[in-house]
């Protein structure tokens, strides 16, 4: 009851969880145990227990702040992740943040786009502004937003240079 600094936990529909007259916390451990909610590898074996009322307080504790504790076993299957979902939900947010960024979605495209994209995924970045500067960068190219074409030369006022590909 230490590990809940003073604060009563109220479970709804049946009160509160410590009750002046209620259950020691070595009958509620035993309890637990015994629901195959712990693991006691001493009781499985006729051994010496392993487990304390500190297992049974760090279990509440994980229920109470929102982590929903099951049966050893029986927690439910996370979804498989759909990729291709996911995906697309990538693509939608690139698109929208690119706009409020200036830049026209269908102007990015094909291995930019995907090089964006990527580098969104692989490094967990929120908006595409980073990814997108650093696609163009890695290409070793300038982009023109207007059209969405790579320019694959540098220009100036007295010569063209072509850099191969």
Do not use: C
Not at 43 to 54: F, H, I, K, W
Not at 120 to 132: D, G, I, R
């Amino acid at each position: 009851m230490a590990a809940f600094s003073g604060k009563r936990p109220f479970i709804p529909g049946f009160g509160p969880l410590f009750r002046p007259n209620g259950r020691s916390m070595d009958k509620a451990l035993e309890f637990a145990v015994e629901g195959g909610y712990i693991h006691d590898e001493g009781r499985m074996t006729g051994g010496e227990t392993r487990v304390s009322p500190r297992d049974l307080e760090d279990l509440l504790r994980e229920e109470g702040s929102g982590n929903k504790q099951y049966k050893l076993g029986q927690a439910p299957k996370e979804k498989a992740v759909d990729t291709a979902e996911e995906r697309h939900r990538l693509e939608e947010h690139a698109d929208e943040t690119l706009k409020d960024g200036g830049i026209d979605p269908k102007t990015v495209t094909g291995d930019l786009r995907e090089r964006m994209l990527q580098i969104m995924e692989k490094e967990a970045f929120a908006t595409p502004a980073k990814p997108h500067e650093r696609a163009i960068m890695e290409a070793g190219t300038s982009w023109r937003a207007e059209t969405g074409e790579l320019n694959l030369s540098l220009k100036t006022s007295q010569w063209d240079v072509e850099f191969p590909l």
